[in-house]
């Protein structure tokens, strides 16, 4: 019979077609069917109406022309951004924005990265942070007010739960605070990978700052801080986004910390809901132990220290 059908071209070529598909549809068609193929992370929640709004806004104005939404799982990329992209946190995005360009850097990790007042001021006017960014601005959002009634369609199609006191807190809001409040919740089901913590990098352990009260240090020291701290600090160090750094609060409790302390502030940056030395932190404060060298960082606490004591960096 089997030996029959080798001489038969047209009836084998409809065996083994009718073969092939069955095999595909066992092999591709039904494990698309089952749970597994559909992962989502444990703290993974569906968008609220807001951030909902800020995402189909994300999407209106090309954002993802020039950001791509996904951090591969190469050494490079999971230094420079973070934790790579998992399937399971994409569960609630349709569509995927993952983008496939990258203009300005990858936005996986961006939530929560940096405070809420951080993003309005970036959106709107990019090149007061980056002098050389080419992003386009997008302050002029907050005049547009958000259409509840509108968002609550988009909720309903995508099936998403919300409350009516859900849809009515919308009533006040703009797009530039939907498009913030998704930019702060990208990225945000996945653990921040954390830097290696200060201690574990220097000698000896017990750490005092080897640049103190040194002179050029100092000098090098601000101009770090204006390149690095000033737009989140301010010029004076008195805070603006961030906290004040020459007064006698640390993470807003009475009471200075040590250097070794700012080192891994500095180094490791913050996350909402960590403890340090008995204090709570709201999170905010980037990881800039990539971006300055272990003697920046001395040097910019040098710089700090001079301040708080009256003494003149000059
Ligand atoms: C023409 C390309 C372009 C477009 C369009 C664009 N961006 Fe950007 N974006 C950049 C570049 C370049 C940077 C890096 C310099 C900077 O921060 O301004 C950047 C930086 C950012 C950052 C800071 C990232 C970080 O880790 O510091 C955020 C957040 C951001 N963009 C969000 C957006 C959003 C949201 C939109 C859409 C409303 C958007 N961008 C549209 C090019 C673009
Ligand atoms: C994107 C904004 C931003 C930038 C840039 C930034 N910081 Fe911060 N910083 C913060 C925020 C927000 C906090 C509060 C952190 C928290 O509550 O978790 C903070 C806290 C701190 C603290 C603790 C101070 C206190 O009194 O609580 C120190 C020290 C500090 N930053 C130093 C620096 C230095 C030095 C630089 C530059 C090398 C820098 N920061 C850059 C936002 C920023």
Redo the contacts with the bound molecule.
């Keep these: 019979m089997a030996g029959e059908l080798y001489k038969k071209p047209i009836m084998f070529a409809i065996v083994s077609a009718v073969v092939i598909l069955i095999g595909t549809a066992v092999t591709m068609f039904i494990p698309m069917l089952t749970a597994q193929m559909h992962p989502k992370l444990e703290n993974l929640n569906p968008y609220t109406a807001l951030q909902l709004a800020g995402r189909d806004?994300?999407q209106r104005?090309?954002?993802n022309?020039?950001?791509t939404q996904t951090v591969r799982p190469l050494r490079t990329e999971v230094m420079r951004y973070g934790e790579y992209s998992k399937a399971g946190e994409f569960a609630y995005d349709r569509p995927f924005l993952w983008g496939s360009k990258r203009?300005?850097?990858d936005?996986a990790r961006?939530g929560k990265?940096?405070p809420d007042q951080w993003?309005y001021r970036?959106?709107d006017d990019?090149r007061k942070?980056?002098p050389q960014?080419?992003?386009?601005t997008?302050g002029w959002l907050k005049d547009y007010k958000l259409d509840p009634q509108d968002v609550q369609g988009h909720m309903d199609a995508l099936g998403f739960p919300y409350s009516s006191d859900d849809i009515s807190q919308l009533a006040g809001k703009n797009d530039l605070d939907a498009?913030v409040a998704y930019?702060q919740v990208i990225g945000t089901a996945v653990a921040k990978k954390r830097a290696a913590p200060a201690k574990a990098m220097t000698e000896p352990v017990d750490l005092v700052n080897p640049l103190a009260g040194d002179a050029a240090a100092i000098n090098a020291g601000e101009i770090i801080y204006e390149e690095n701290c000033l737009e989140c600090h301010g010029p004076e160090l008195k805070g603006d986004i961030g906290p004040s750094l020459v007064d006698n609060v640390y993470l807003y409790q009475p009471g200075d910390l040590a250097d070794d302390d700012y080192f891994e502030m500095i180094y490791n940056g913050t996350e909402e809901g960590q403890i340090e030395e008995g204090r709570t932190m709201k999170g905010g404060m980037p990881s800039l132990g990539d971006v300055l060298s272990k003697e920046e960082i001395w040097s910019v606490i040098a710089y700090i220290r001079s301040l708080q004591t009256g003494e003149e960096g000059k």
């Excluded at 960014?133 to 386009?136: A, K």
């Design positions: 806004i994300y104005e090309g954002c022309n020039c950001h203009t300005g850097p936005l961006i990265k940096y993003h970036h959106f990019p942070f980056f960014s080419n992003m386009p997008y498009l930019v």
